[in-house]
Nanobody, 129 residues
């Protein structure tokens, strides 16, 4: 049974930082693309960042580029999201996801929710102004 468990969320002031973690089990972690998505109240879930493989290309939403960094540790079956210079508009439930990794994956592929097979329950991030 595949499980993705997020941690590290919380309440932070604008300009602050948080580091989210997502621990995976029940799958061959190194064979999966990993992504982070978020959903704010009343809005659809949106793409944040993706790391298809360790040490390879990473992809970001324009709204977080330069502030957030995704990384993965295949030895620990964990993907991270370092979030700096947080803004109130970053407030959302953040979820990690695991999906297949096609030979010709692209940013458009990895930023799509339908590209991911497994999802975590999410962790709340709240940024106060």
């Amino acid at each position: 049974q595949v499980q993705l468990v997020e941690s590290g969320g919380g309440l932070v002031q604008a300009g602050g930082s948080l580091r989210l973690s997502c621990a995976a089990s029940g799958l061959t972690f190194s064979s999966y693309a990993m992504g982070w998505f978020r959903q704010a109240p009343g809005k659809e879930r949106e793409f944040v960042a993706a790391a298809p493989w360790s040490g390879g290309a990473t992809y970001y939403a324009d709204s977080v580029k330069g502030r957030f960094t995704i990384s993965r540790d295949n030895a620990k079956n964990t993907v991270y999201l370092q979030m700096n210079n947080l803004k109130p508009e970053d407030t959302a439930v953040y979820s990690c996801a695991a999906g297949n990794r096609p030979a010709l994956g692209s940013r458009s592929y990895y930023s799509a929710r339908r590209s991911y097979n497994y999802w975590g329950q999410g962790t709340q991030v709240a940024v106060s102004s």
